[in-house]
């Protein structure tokens, strides 16, 4: 057998094995048992909201920064968002408490107040991005380039999200969730695994990695990096999925869903590096992103858009249910969480017929960027104001918060969001 049928040969058999992979991660991620996890789908909506498009883009985003350094910063960015997530964590088992009794000082309502507000908007926006961006990427991978087209469609699957929560409530859109994100995730596992191989291959051949990306000064660099953070949002829906979840429930699955994102992040980001060195990072389109990665495997293509297109929706049914949650609490219950869903729907639909999101997103950025700098001030202001003086936080605590607290200000101010 001549080293051309052997090579033919070995990719047949990674390409099947990688299917049988994806298959058998499908398999067991929808066991009853997990499905039925109480756990497991309270982990979900901040997995899915966190995920997003970030194991699509993050790799390429950041090589076209700090090129060979992207472990690095992917790490850095992971640690920032855990260290914001400790603060909303520290706000769910204590300020919403005070929250639900009518306890809190007038200056933290104020400040939860104002926060609630910010980041209602963002999830419109959001809602609307991440849908949208999931019909253009299916309507250009079918050849279709029409903006009607893209706004039609996007507005059915906003709606049918709407009808769902509306008619379901928060089971509902978990239910939706659970399918797009178990999809995703056993394409993701088969997909690292891919890279993974490539990347062995790569390395031990002696190879090096180059690449070709814009230069620019560190100040820039670092302003860039600091507006990939809201690559990883979406943690926060734990925050306002108390309808069905306990305090403790939602803070322990929210550390699950960051560890799990956290760990995907570092490694698609390491091992799309041997890839993404062939992607044009002047200008980096989604669509080259998804054809680069058949260098690795012929099925991963295939996968990658599967898996982005449910990553797309699944974060938009994650921020869906976060944000009608917050408008149900922020409203009072006047709104149920029922009503609220649609409300949040509808108002993306305005956005899509209406807006050019591409530009708005940046609004959206600083909006989620200045809802966890309120979420600092008010677990601080909590602990000066409202918390008897032996439950106050520690020293270490409060340096950490205020840390975070000033990092965001930077970020509000000065970063150039990611999206």
Known sequence: MNSNSLLSASSMILNAGLILVALFALYYLRKPKLQKSESWQATLTPLSSIIGSGFLIMSPLLASVVGALSPVAVIGIVLLAYAIGSVIRFNIIHVEPRIKNGSLSKKTKEVESLGGIALVLAYMVAVAFYISLLSSFLLSYLGIDNIDAERWLTTVIILFIAFVGYKRGLGGLEKLEAVSMTVQLSIVVSLLLGLGVFSYVFYTSGESLSFDYPQR????????????????????????????????????????????????????????????????????????????????????????????????????????????????????????????YLGISLCAVLLVWTVDLIEIITLASRAFAFYYFLQALLALNFCYRDCSPESRMTMWRRILFMSVAITLLYIIFFAIPAE
Do not use: C
């Not at 389109?285 to 996968?303: E, R, S, Y």
């Open 217 to 340: 000064d560190i100040s820039t660099q670092i302003r860039i990096l600091a507006g990939a953070l809201l690559v990883v949002q979406g943690f926060e829906t734990s925050r306002f999925l108390g309808e069905k979840y306990s305090p403790e429930m939602r803070v322990a699955t929210m550390k699950k869903a960051q560890i799990i994102s956290g760990i995907l992040y570092v490694v698609s980001v390491i091992l799309f590096l041997p890839v993404v060195q062939y992607l044009d990072l002047q200008h980096i389109q989604l669509a080259k992103i998804v054809d680069v990665t058949g260098q690795a495997a012929l099925v991963l293509p295939f996968m990658l858009i599967v898996a982005a297109l449910m990553s797309q929706f699944s974060a938009a049914v994650a921020d869906t249910g976060g944000g009608g949650g917050l408008l149900s609490e922020n409203s009072g219950k006047k709104l149920s969480t029922h009503i609220s």
